[in-house]
């Protein structure tokens, strides 16, 4: 089979043209192609008034060796990689251990996933509920300002990326084409097809939570053991082996192979792992707000006299910006279509976060608009000062709301004035409890305001309307990933200071991302797989 990549073609092409593209691009004759998949599609939107889709397909030929000896110079035709997954060790036939996975995100989901299917049969402990009660949790923050702090966005089945976008592509290297595994399996749990070509494929919550529980059961059926609501309280080490896990109830499960999957918000964990004397460090993160825009204004600035094309959707976009004090400026998590959803885990304080259906059809566009923050320059002197930081904004966003997790929110005209805004203009914010407007000055550090107010004008050079003065603010986005590393040793895996401890996903610090979080999660458990079988 061959690789074709670089078709380029009209936005409103007929399917014969691929046809015909991949007979000219070969130089054969049509009885001559058998048939062909699309391995991936694209969009070149650098021209809103000639939007072109770009293709990779995979083709099959008559005579593909003559094919590619003519063509072997063409950088756009080669032979089509082996992208399925392969299995790298089967649980013995005695199998006297069984691994244990503390926590159910996408990293916790894969690593179960891979070792229930290589049979090892995992026993997965969440801290939350099932998806389906932990949406009902969730919905009570939204709807009647009660917080669970043990089932929210935060915690539970599918971790924090079931109240997301769903977006599932990455910038990772991924030589062993994980990410292909990752998405198969989602398709198997129901996710549409078009998640395996198009360039950046999302599913949205209502799907996720379909697929989660199909993945779930999936788990089960080959021998894991799935436990929610099983908080862990503590790790037994001894000559730095772990030896078991202790939960909240007292149980202790007995295990020399721990995953650590516990997602980027788990600081009770991090707080009880820096306690063990497992290695922790600071690491860089990012915190600012979230902006909302008609999304309309987006697909126009975006897509021209194409807007609402179906085949582009809804558009989104991806900004930077250095601004003159230092610090880096960019859109994080963009949720076109979206709505701006209350993120928090812990009680008197509000985090926001973006979220999307597979339908992306709100009336607002959101992004988190965030500045890089690092441990030397602004949270020095401890592994979980970071974790500490987060902890004190959010904490001011709580009591700038109102006390009552509304969350405070700015118009970008008067945040760019330095005003308090008063009342809502042409944009409605879709946070639920609700904005309380007021000055956003100080519900961040004073060097963050003064970034992103230098970058939101610089931003509307390339999204026309982007400081449109009735846009909406809404603070504070302060988890875009986690503020520590758990490292790890790059042969093993595991800890550096801790053995049979296998830190993976946000939390850990590894990965940012439904994808990249099971890819890790993959690369995780074949190294478990691995030391369990004695190789």
């Known amino acids: 089979m061959l690789r074709i990549t670089e078709i380029k ?4 092409h007929q399917p014969s043209e691929i046809n015909a593209a991949i007979v000219k691009k070969l130089a054969i004759n049509k009885a001559d192609l058998v048939e062909y998949t699309i391995f991936k599609r694209g969009v070149d939107a650098r021209k809103a008034n000639a939007i072109l889709l770009v293709y990779s397909l995979d083709v099959t030929v008559n005579g593909e060796a003559k ?41 916790g989901l894969f690593a179960a996933l891979i070792l229930a299917q290589s049979g090892f049969k995992p026993i997965v402990l969440e801290r939350g509920k099932a998806v389906r009660e932990r949406t009902k949790d969730t919905w009570d923050l939204w709807r009647k300002s009660k917080l669970n ?20 592509y990455s910038q990772i290297k991924d030589p062993n084409h994980y990410g292909r595994k990752v998405l198969n399996e989602f398709v198997k749990a129901g996710a549409p097809e078009e998640i395996l070509y198009v360039s950046h494929p999302h599913i949205g919550t209502f799907r996720l939570v379909g697929m989660v529980e199909e993945m779930r059961n999936n788990i089960i059926a080959l021998g894991g053991e799935i436990r929610f609501q099983c908080k862990v309280e503590d790790i037994e080490i001894t000559d730095n082996q772990v030896q078991a896990v202790v939960l909240a109830s007292g149980e202790r499960i007995a295990t020399n192979h721990l995953i650590l999957a516990v997602g980027h918000s788990a600081r009770d964990t991090f707080e009880m792992i820096h306690k063990r004397g497992i290695y922790i460090e600071a690491k860089p993160f990012s915190i600012g707000f979230r902006i909302e825009h008609p999304q309309s204004l987006i697909d126009a600035a975006r897509h021209g006299p194409n807007a ?3 085949i582009l959707g809804a558009a989104d976009y991806k900004l930077v910006h250095h601004a003159s004090n230092g610090r880096s400026v960019y859109s994080f998590c963009m949720c076109p279509g979206g709505t701006v959803v209350a993120a928090a885990s812990e009680e008197g304080r509000v985090v926001t976060n973006g979220m999307s259906q597979y339908s992306r059809n709100e009336r607002n566009a959101n992004a988190g608009i965030v500045v890089g923050i690092t441990p030397d320059e602004d949270y020095p002197g401890h592994p979980l000062a970071g974790m500490e930081l987060q902890r004190k904004w959010e904490s001011q966003a709580y009591l700038l709301g109102g006390s009552t997790y509304q ?25 639920t409890p609700g904005v309380h407007l007021t000055n956003l000055d100080t519900v961040l550090p004073e060097y963050v305001i003064t970034a992103i107010r230098e970058a939101i004008p610089q931003f509307a050079k390339q999204i026309k309307g982007f400081d ?4 909406i603010l809404t603070g504070v986005e302060t988890r875009t990933s986690s503020p520590i590393r758990i490292k790890r040793n790059d042969d093993n ?15 850990a610090g590894y990965a940012g991302g439904i994808l990249s979080a099971g890819v890790d ?7 478990v797989a691995l030391s369990m079988a004695g190789r």
């Not at 449109?468 to 846009?471: N, T, Y």
């Not at 999660?521 to 074949?526: F, Q, V």
């Open 521 to 527: 999660g993959i690369r995780i458990a074949e190294a």
């Open 67 to 107: 094919v590619l000896a003519k063509l072997g110079k063409d950088p756009h035709v080669k032979l089509a990689p082996d992208t399925s997954y392969k299995f790298v060790a089967q649980a013995p036939e005695t199998l006297k251990e069984r691994p244990v996975i503390v926590g159910l995100g996408p990293a």
């Open 308 to 310: 609402q094309h179906p």
């Open 407 to 431: 969350a405070p929110g700015q118009l970008v005209g008067d945040f760019l004035a330095n005003q308090p805004s008063t009342q809502f203009g042409e944009v409605t914010p879709s946070y």
């Open 9 to 12: 073609l009209p936005l409103d």
């Open 493 to 507: 895996l595991q800890s550096i200071n801790t053995k049979g401890l296998y830190p993976t996903g946000e939390g």
């Open 149 to 168: 702090p043990e089932s929210n966005v935060q915690f539970g089945e599918g971790g924090a990326g079931t109240f997301s976008d769903g977006k599932l």
């Open 468 to 471: 449109m003065a009735d846009a």
